[in-house]
């Protein structure tokens, strides 16, 4: 079955960019949204948003201005940069699939703690 | 942008009793675009129910979801000991996606 893995620096220092890539494993990504989820510690997911197989993005608004999702169809991943982060950026970073644009996430990956320190 | 609503945040059960989760939208949902999540501590979500009331592949049936519009429930028929665990519903019938804020169900 499809098996998703997210990774990336646990650390990332204040005005920096987080970048992490979330790698395919069990099937291929065409044909398919793969989205990035996070929580805050202590909070409820938020959606960042998805990218379809074929790049075409959809980001949520809150983070759309610093959000830039890309795809790699020949290694099977997808990534996700967020710029000029800030300590509230810290979370677990998880990413998932859709088969639509509509549709439920499933499945996720097992998340990565990503934490915005000096 | 629609804000979910789960409650209560915390449910105290007993294994073997019902649990009635609840889910209420801010605007209707359209489609019964909405699903339900289980986290446990280090662990993924994973998929429960989607649009509203269908089981995903190899979720027990003591698990179903019900509701149209506005309201949405999960109900867990008599709960086994690793149903204790963390509950989110999302819509994903209008942008952005949206999940509530979850709700603890904890052994008494």
């Known amino acids: 079955q499809v098996q998703l893995q997210e990774s990336g620096p646990g650390l990332v220092k204040p005005s920096e960019t987080l970048s992490l890539t979330c790698t395919v494993s069990g099937g291929s990504i065409s044909g398919y949204y793969w989205s990035w989820i996070r929580r805050p510690p202590g909070k409820g997911l938020e959606w960042i948003g998805y990218i379809y197989y074929s790049g075409n993005t959809n980001y949520n608004p809150s983070l759309k201005s610093r959000v830039t999702m890309s795809v790699d169809t020949s290694k099977n991943q997808f990534s996700l940069r967020l710029s000029s982060v800030t300590a509230a950026d810290t979370a677990v970073y998880y990413c998932a699939r859709s088969h639509s644009s509509r549709s439920h996430l499933d499945p996720w990956g097992q998340g990565t703690l990503v934490t915005v320190s000096s | 942008e629609i804000v979910l609503t789960q409650s209560p945040g915390t449910l105290s059960l007993s294994p073997g009793e019902r649990a009635t989760l609840s889910c209420r939208a801010s605007q209707s949902v359209s489609s019964s675009s909405l699903a339900w999540y289980q986290q446990k501590p280090g662990q993924a979500p994973r998929l429960l129910i989607y649009?509203?009331?269908s089981r995903a592949t190899g979720i027990p049936d003591r698990f179903s979801g019900s509701g149209s519009g506005t309201d949405f429930t999960l109900t867990i028929s008599r709960l086994e000991p690793e149903d204790f665990a963390v509950y989110y519903c999302q819509q994903y019938g209008g942008f952005p996606w949206t999940f509530g804020q979850g709700t603890k169900v904890e052994i008494k």
């Open positions: 649009v509203a009331s």
